[in-house]
């Protein structure tokens, strides 16, 4: 399969408990977003990487929030001493460079957070 | 600020009635890409189309078709047709192409569901 996939799909977790999800991206694919949808809302955009670097975050990605990309690869989203109102579907999408017809992204399953 | 508004929280129509989804955008990018995705209650964003802010031919892929207007930024989509099967929430997104603008913006979806 060599489509956008994300690991857990589903985490439940205690307030105050830290998580961390993972995103492989297409292959061939050098830029990476996470994104976070709430219940009965589109996805918001988190962080946009380009290789290994963080090019731009939200302002919705608070100091609790933190994500990487090391080797330019797959991608991890921490999320420190959780709250309820972190509960969400995370999001990550992968797109390739070059072309306009590359705008298009490829979105992952996403990982289903909730918070108790 | 670019924004999308999906007016339509909600339709509901009966098997093979048509239905169009609306789709109103903001942006002072001249440049910039129109995006349709499905998400179906598995919850993976499903792409549609891409239109580009230059081409402005409305296209038809099988049931579906899409009008862009640029003079008055909509970019709607419709289903003839319509199937049990397309039962799901419907987002539109914005791509703007500008400097530090690397992120699809996506309206608060519309639900729809096919009754038979």
């Known amino acids: 399969d060599t489509g956008v996939s994300q690991d857990p799909r589903h985490k439940i977790t205690k307030r105050g408990q830290n998580v961390t999800f993972r995103c492989d991206p297409i292959s061939e694919h050098n830029r990476l977003y996470w994104y976070r949808q709430t219940l009965g809302q589109g996805p918001e955009f988190l962080t946009y990487?380009?290789?290994?670097?963080?090019?731009?975050k939200s302002r919705l990605l608070s100091d609790r929030f933190s994500a990487e990309r090391p080797k330019g690869s797959f991608s991890t989203l921490e999320i420190q001493r959780t709250e309820q109102g972190d509960s969400a579907m995370y999001l990550c999408a992968s797109r390739g460079t070059g072309l306009a017809k590359n705008n298009e992204q490829f979105f992952g399953p996403g990982t289903r957070l909730t918070v108790l | 600020a670019q924004k999308v508004t999906q007016a339509q929280t909600e339709i509901s129509v009966v098997e093979k009635e048509d239905v169009t989804l609306d789709c109103v955008y903001e942006?002072?990018?001249?440049?910039?890409?129109l995006f349709w995705y499905k998400q179906p209650p598995s919850g993976e964003l499903v792409f549609l189309i891409r239109?580009?802010?230059?081409?402005?031919q409305n296209e038809i892929s099988g049931r579906y078709s899409w009008n862009f207007q640029k003079s008055t930024s909509s970019f709607n989509f419709t289903i003839t047709a319509s199937q049990v099967v397309d039962s799901a929430v419907y987002f539109c997104a914005l791509f703007e192409t500008g400097q530090g603008a690397q992120k699809l913006v996506f309206g608060q979806g519309t639900r729809l569901t096919i009754n038979p």
């Open positions: 990487f380009q290789n290994e670097a963080q090019l731009e």
């Open positions: 239109r580009n802010s230059f081409d402005e």
């Open positions: 942006t002072r990018d001249t440049t910039y890409y």
